[in-house]
């Protein structure tokens, strides 16, 4: 939403007169979508500082690389709710409106927390792809404290990439201040995000389709002595047994959907078949989840990246709704994240009661 408001300039050509004061004529939208614009916002911001702050307060979390690396998406959703509601200020305050160090922080804000969420979700994806099929390469990557690396890394290298990039225009910013932030590197700027958004989006669609359908050959069928591969998978995706009291012969599955029910284990065959059983739906589960999350992506941000490179030709409102859905999207991701993690809507229940209480 770094561009909401439109603006002309009469008897003025700031390209040529870096002294003169162009006479601005605004386009508002209308007093209720810019409210509910901002109350988008504010929901987004809301809802992804919650979920920021259970990741810092629950450990639990943290070693859960599945759980973490689909929770730390809500970084670069403050980012994209911080710049959309600077894009609302910019057409409710004229003094918003001539700034230019608003304009470039509205710009760095939205595009840095739009290129960082690509990238999180393009994580997440190839996480899957590595737990499913190369759980190796997965232990190298993302296991124990290098998985803050790889995120840490990848933030600071989108800043700086958008940083070299930004080159305002001396006069005041107009309509348009993504080509006015990156003014003196602006064809550049666009081969760059061409570049960079189609190969973390092309990237992130081809490892979510290659693990469905290595997934779907590896557990069509579970031989009755068992499947080492559903084994070896099984270690990776947070399933544990605790050990039942003397009179109770059932395995509880901790981090199970609450509608898998474990039956006593007769035989070693029935104990194979049950972990392949088991195994496939929580592959499944967390496969179902990622598949959400790029869907929902592509429906709300998809327009947005595929056009940002050519959005010079469209009209403002319509760049102004695009960064809208966008917004939306940062603000779905949240919901999601509780309606379909049971650990996690355990914890927002848990803490929702507490201040209740």
Same mark, same amino acid.
């Given at each position: 939403?770094?561009?909401?408001?439109?603006?002309?300039?009469?008897?003025?050509?700031?390209?040529?007169?870096?002294?003169?004061?162009?006479?601005?004529?605004?386009?508002?939208?209308?007093?209720?979508?810019?409210?509910?614009?901002?109350?988008?916002?504010?929901?987004? @911001?809301?809802?992804?500082?919650?979920?920021?702050?259970?990741?810092?307060?629950?450990?639990?979390?943290?070693?859960?690389?599945?759980? *973490?690396?689909? !929770?730390?998406?809500?970084?670069?959703?403050?980012?994209?709710?911080?710049?959309?509601?600077?894009? $609302?200020?910019?057409?409710?305050? #004229?003094?918003?409106?001539?700034?230019?160090?608003?304009?470039? @922080?509205?710009?760095?804000? +939205?595009?840095?927390?739009?290129?960082?969420?690509?990238?999180?979700?393009?994580?997440?994806?190839?996480?899957?792809?590595?737990?499913?099929?190369?759980?190796?390469?997965? +232990?190298?990557?993302?296991?124990?404290?290098?998985?803050? *690396?790889?995120?840490?890394?990848?933030?600071?290298? $989108?800043?700086?990439?958008?940083? &070299?990039?930004?080159?305002?225009? #001396?006069?005041? #910013?107009?309509?348009?201040?993504?080509?006015?932030?990156?003014?003196?590197?602006?064809?550049?700027?666009?081969?760059?995000?061409?570049?960079?958004?189609?190969?973390?989006?092309?990237?992130?669609?081809?490892?979510?389709?290659? /693990?469905?359908?290595?997934?779907?050959?590896?557990?069509?069928?579970?031989?009755? +002595?068992?499947?080492?591969?559903?084994?070896?998978?099984?270690?990776? $995706?947070?399933?544990? /047994? &605790?050990? #039942?009291?003397?009179?109770?012969?059932?395995?509880? *599955?901790?981090?199970?959907?609450?509608?898998?029910?474990?039956?006593?284990?007769?035989?070693?065959?029935?104990?194979?078949?049950?972990?392949?059983?088991?195994?496939?739906?929580?592959?499944?589960?967390?496969?179902? @989840?990622?598949?959400?999350? $790029?869907?929902?992506?592509?429906?709300?941000?998809?327009?947005?990246?595929?056009?940002?490179?050519?959005?010079?030709?469209?009209?403002?409102?319509? %760049?102004?709704?695009?960064?809208? !859905?966008?917004?939306?999207?940062?603000?779905?991701?949240?919901?999601?994240?509780?309606?379909?993690?049971?650990?996690? %809507?355990?914890?927002?229940?848990?803490?929702?009661?507490? @201040?209740?209480?």
């Amino acid at each position: 939403m770094a561009n909401v408001n439109g603006m002309t300039s009469r008897d003025c050509r700031p390209n040529i007169s870096l002294n003169c004061s162009p006479h601005v004529e605004q386009d508002h939208y209308s007093i209720p979508i810019n409210a509910f614009f901002l109350f988008v916002g504010i929901l987004t @911001l809301v809802f992804n500082s919650g979920i920021l702050v259970l990741i810092v307060k629950e450990k639990k979390i943290r070693l859960n690389l599945y759980h *973490f690396l689909v !929770l730390i998406l809500c970084v670069s959703d403050v980012l994209v709710g911080l710049g959309f509601i600077f894009g $609302i200020l910019r057409t409710v305050h #004229p003094a918003f409106q001539t700034s230019k160090a608003f304009a470039v @922080l509205n710009v760095l804000l +939205t595009t840095t927390g739009l290129y960082i969420s690509l990238y999180h979700t393009f994580l997440i994806s190839l996480q899957r792809f590595l737990v499913i099929c190369k759980e190796k390469w997965n +232990t190298l990557i993302f296991q124990q404290n290098r998985r803050y *690396f790889v995120c840490v890394s990848g933030w600071i290298a $989108i800043l700086i990439s958008n940083c &070299i990039f930004i080159s305002p225009h #001396p006069a005041s #910013p107009g309509s348009d201040i993504i080509s006015y932030v990156y003014n003196g590197h602006y064809q550049a700027y666009t081969i760059y995000i061409r570049f960079l958004t189609t190969s973390l989006l092309f990237s992130t669609v081809i490892l979510y389709l290659v /693990t469905i359908v290595y997934m779907l050959k590896t557990y069509r069928k579970i031989s009755p +002595t068992g499947d080492s591969n559903a084994l070896q998978v099984i270690e990776t $995706i947070n399933i544990h /047994t &605790i050990e #039942p009291h003397p009179s109770q012969k059932a395995c509880v *599955f901790s981090c199970l959907p609450h509608q898998v029910r474990v039956r006593p284990i007769r035989s070693r065959g029935e104990a194979s078949n049950q972990i392949g059983t088991l195994t496939r739906k929580k592959v499944m589960s967390t496969l179902y @989840l990622v598949g959400l999350l $790029i869907t929902v992506l592509l429906i709300f941000t998809g327009p947005l990246v595929v056009t940002l490179s050519w959005r010079d030709t469209f009209p403002t409102r319509l %760049r102004g709704i695009l960064f809208g !859905l966008c917004c939306i999207n940062s603000t779905l991701n949240p919901i999601i994240y509780v309606w379909k993690l049971v650990d996690i %809507r355990g914890i927002v229940k848990s803490a929702l009661f507490c @201040l209740n209480r």
